[in-house]
């Protein structure tokens, strides 16, 4: 993919969809990348609702769940998405960020067995991950992000970041503390401002396996395994997320014919390196 005009294009300079929000300021000069969740049932729902001039809200992107790219501001123009916010010595963070939406329903509640989001959604048990905010002190359950959506999601944020020249790469839940709660646990933060910023300190610590290791769809033995699996003994993961001992990992090398595996496996058997 590439910029042209301010505008997110295939590599054939072919754009990507683009609904234009009438909620867009003046022209930007951005610094950060600010990634949120959008806490609603879809992308097509927060595409609709963020092109709505009476929602006073907006993004530069939307993407979907299903790695799909919707542009909705200029990356060169203020869109609203960042609220009464703060970071690096810069208040009101509109007019130096760059927003990202990723369709994700957020924080979820327990009724009975299942899960369910603030808005009565079901969610599956295999795309949950239980964890306690940075910013709470409470355990919740949040909705997981699939693997189309991050791969997405660091492609263009790594583009962005190249293109201008930003320094730093945060959730709304960093630059609004006690306001927000996004993108939340569920999203692997630092293992996405390691790889788009280059800083070697916050990169993810290389694990290896040591045994032959079923790679789960959801933390426990009850989940089905992952495409790829078993990994052969000395594999090397990295780690993307936690849940009680159940660590969900990114396999950093071909295994079994599968590229980019990516799944929940058990603390026991992992070895950190280095």
């Not at 009476?54 to 769940?65: D, F, N, T």
């Not at 990356?75 to 939406?101: C, P, Q, Y």
Request: hydrophobic share 40%.
């Amino acid at each position: 993919m590439k910029i042209i005009n301010h505008r997110l294009c295939k590599d054939d300079g072919t754009p990507y969809p683009f609904v234009e929000s009438p909620n867009q300021g003046s022209k930007l000069t951005a610094e950060f990348l600010v990634m949120h969740y959008t806490a609603l049932d879809s992308a097509q729902e927060a595409i609709a609702l963020l092109a709505k001039a009476e929602h006073q809200a907006s993004a530069h992107l939307v993407i979907g769940r299903d790695g799909s790219i919707t542009q909705l501001v200029p990356f060169d123009t203020v869109a609203w998405h960042a609220g009464k916010s703060f970071w690096d010595g810069r208040t009101g963070l509109n007019n130096s960020s760059i927003g990202i939406e990723l369709d994700n329903v957020g924080w979820l509640k327990k009724q009975g067995t299942k899960w369910v989001s603030w808005f009565g959604k079901q969610i599956p048990e295999d795309e949950v991950l239980e964890a306690t905010h940075k910013n709470d002190d409470k355990p919740m359950g949040w909705h997981t992000y699939p693997e189309a959506q991050l791969k997405a999601a660091m492609e263009v944020g790594a583009l962005l970041v190249r293109t201008y020249k930003l320094k730093d790469v945060v959730g709304h839940d960093d630059i609004a503390p006690g306001r927000k709660l996004d993108p939340g646990p569920a999203f692997p933060m630092m293992n996405f401002r390691g790889r788009l910023m280059g800083r070697a300190e916050e990169q993810p610590v290389v694990h290896e396996v040591t045994a032959t290791l079923n790679v789960r769809s959801g933390p426990g033995t009850s989940n089905p395994t992952v495409p790829g699996s078993p990994l052969p003994l000395g594999t090397k993961v990295e780690i993307l997320a936690k849940q009680a001992e159940w660590r969900r990992v990114d396999v950093l090398q071909p295994v079994n014919g599968q590229m980019d595996i990516q799944g929940w496996v058990h603390q026991r058997y992992l070895k950190r390196l280095g």
